[in-house]
């Protein structure tokens, strides 16, 4: 994947625990230097030790990890640089989510050599979203968790995001947007 | 909708969400219809005069009017909305009757940001590269941003290395370069300037930095060092080298100097340095002694030192604050000295070579012997006899002064106790250099004396005179005479000790130079001198010894004077001990 994925990581955890627990995990993961290029494209196996090992620094289970850096990645990183892009994206949740796959498509004439995710918004009745996220790469659901949490914070609306599995076709996984009451929302601290 | 169904107007719409219809029936062109996006973006295009909206600014600038219009079919033009001047970039198209079409996207340029243009990216068609562009500038922005950090990691990197180097050719306390570092300057000047090319090299070492480290603490030494360090950098140039060996050992390497000019640029640093040094601890004059040396860069660098220190350490026999240039001759006394010194030091350590010869001391009235002092003698295995002078200075450089005054001590002090059975009350006088007095002196006399079960009242302990100039050493000699054993001054006259000054001293006699004594026949002032020393020295109870009697007119003088003691060729040379041994008991003793 592209630097600004790992390099995402990397944010993470210098913001959580510094700068030596940083250099500590890219030493024990055998990586040259302890930053990344956004512009470059690195093997997918950087990244998946990358959360492996910072799974194993931060005593968190490697879902958490993706969570976190889904999230963060939407809130810091990922604005950085690309804001401009985050901006016209979209002005909501449901329009920005059902515009990823432009918004990655766009990117990729950028990134030659990505291999972009794909999203597909529907109507669950009840203000309820589905949104089935496809990709060709394993384990990155809790990722989308994340993102799709960061994305809710970044429009400041607010949404509970349900992890429903794989997809029957296997070739994803499968969310649902709940609309979370008011309640949740001051109880998040987002109101 | 299936696209085959939708109206050719909502195809277009589609594909072009930037498009405008212009309806020309009427004279004046007046939009008809346009596209979702640039009809939001520009906001309320529908149904108004384009003569007010749009001017033309690509290919030519021109109002919007029909002709113009038509006169651009087929080329890329802009069109500037005229309230907001947001552009559009696109193409005409002609559009049934009467009627034209404009089809393109917002004017974008990389410079722009999108996100200004408040445009999403839902508002270009998938086929529009105007988004692209967008985020082509950001990505790219994206790697500048790279290789910027990689440049400021590559800088720091360039850095770091560079702080790496710097701390390890620094001296740290005086910021100079090191050892490492002048060596690694000296190779690269060879490198530059070739093996025969002369360098310039000057050693500055500080006179009595000891006494300043003693006297006021290291800390106050360390504020000295960096100090004079300070003066040395600003007494050079630029590109000269000036570097610290170690302890209060500095050295320069002239960048092309020219011999002849050189005096002159040390005897500059050398007037820096002694002006006074301000420290914490008050004041503290400074004086330093240099050596110059002028070498080939084919030299180690090493040699190059060593001569330059050789040349220091010649001018600094002479005195302080001196400087000397080096001199091929040095060269070789260097040498030879350092070869004396390591034969002298196996000699002390394997105990042979260094005897004691015994040189009588007489009673002047009856010639009879009284004492005898102890005087080292050095059998040099390939050299044969040593010089005392050149042996004696050899251990005092290589501080082996105490060790040799030990054997010579003992061995006499072996040769006084056999002898004493022979001739009850005959003395011992051993010779101490001041250089090897300490506070170990006193108990190292008392076990050599008990080794040798000699009786501490039939020695005497000569020290020069130079020795008592200070007064800080009146403990030194009072632990000695506390032993039991006599105090004489040795080489009285030749320094600067005045009567009063002895007084301080607890010294019980003196020996009188040879350049007074052997003057006394036919010299009126040494005489007068000689005289003037003995009554004063009988005031003071203080035995008298004169040294270097060599004539009966001396003796008979001496004698004449009321002094008791002498020493001298006239009565014997030296001699070693079993010939000492024959002449105990006699009397009327004169040289055969
Ligand atoms: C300005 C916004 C965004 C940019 C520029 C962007 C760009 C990228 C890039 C460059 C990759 C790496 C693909 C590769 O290297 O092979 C990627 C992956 C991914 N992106 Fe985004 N993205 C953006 C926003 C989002 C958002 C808001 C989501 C939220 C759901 C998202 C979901 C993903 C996921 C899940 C992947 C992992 C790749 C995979 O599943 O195979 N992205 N994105």
Redesign the pocket.
Known sequence: ??G??NRGIRDLVLAECGAEAWDGICERIGLSSTDFNDST??D?AVTYDLVGEVSNELGWTPEDVLIAF?RH??LFT??EG??G??DM?GDDMRT??EG?DA??AR??AS?P?????S?AVSDAGDGVLD?E?R???PG?GP??VG??G??AEHFEESWTVEHLGRLDDGQGEHFRLHPSPVQDRVDAGIA | MPASLESPEALIARLFPFFLLFDLSDGDPRIENAGDSVNEWLAGLVDRSAVDLFAIVRPHKRIVSTEALYASVGEVVFLEHIPTRRRLRGGILTWGTDRLMFVGSPLVTAEDKLENLELRLSDFAPHDATADIV?MA?FAKLQVRDIERQQLSIAQLAEDRAELDQTASTDPLTLLANRRALWAGWASVRRSRGEDATQTLLYIDVDGFKQINDEHGHHIGDEVLKILAERMRLGVKDRDMVGRLGGDEFVVLFDRLRPDRAAEVANRIQALLTAPVETSAGVVEISASMGLAHVQLGQELDEAIRDADTAMYRGRQRGRGSLTVFDPVMGKEREERRALTHDLRAALDSGEGFVPWFHPIVDVGTGTVMGFEALARWFHPTRGLVRPDIFIGVAEGAGLVDRLDGTILKQALACQSRWQEIQPGLTLHANLSGRSLSRATAPSIAAALDAAGVNARDVVIEVTESWFIDQHRVEILQAIADIGVGLQLDDFGTGYSSMTHLQAFPIDGLKIDRSFVSGIADNERDRSLVEATISMARSLHLDVVAEGVETEAVAESLNAMGCQWAQGYLYSRPVPADEAAALLGRSGLRSD
Do not use: E
């Open positions: 994947m592209y600004m994925v494209n690195y997918d889904g990645w939407v990922g604005r690309w804001g892009l985050f994206a920005f989510v990823l918004l990655h990117v990729q990134m050599r990505s291999r972009m995710p999203f949104v996220y990709s060709d790469r990155l990722m989308v993102l799709l960061g994305l | 985020i950001q």
